[in-house]
């Protein structure tokens, strides 16, 4: 499961864009998850960058480590041929789009999109990644993965894996 987050930086806090979507200043961070929500890959870039432009560098950088993830899910903000073609020439992925029902109004659980947003949720109670103060992108994305691993580390240690 692929999906994006944009976060807010600060003034210094070095590459940044704007994201109309969302209207904010600032850089997006790009995950791909496995089915119990465990990070598999991810991306920090500018938040003028959309969704779709920015997956298949994403898809791109975990194909040697994970040669088997064929298939993967994704929001509507990934839709579109530009999109399908540029993941051909990479690999051979294929994506699909879960998008909410037309006859939904307001808040709707969709199926396997709740595990990515659900690692965000895990992400955002770091607080040192409820904004983005990294001067780099590479500081940003370190962040991140350290936060995953504490993540991952208690969890081990909470069930007693031996």
Known sequence: MIDSQSVK???SGGIRG???GKKTKGRKRHIIVDTLGLMVGLMVHSADIQDRDGA?????S???RWPWLLHVFADGG????KLKRRLKKIGRW???IIKRSDKAK???VLPRRWVVERTFAWLG???RLAKDVERSIASAEAWIMIAHIRLITRRLARYGYR
Request: charged share 35%; net charge negative.
């Open 9 to 11: 930086t600060t003034e």
């Open 62 to 64: 975990i194909r040697h």
């Open 56 to 60: 298949p560098d994403l898809l791109k």
């Open 78 to 81: 990934y839709a579109g041929d």
């Open 106 to 108: 307001g808040f709707e």
């Open 94 to 96: 294929t994506i699909e």
């Open 125 to 127: 109670r770091c607080r």
């Open 18 to 20: 704007y994201d109309a």
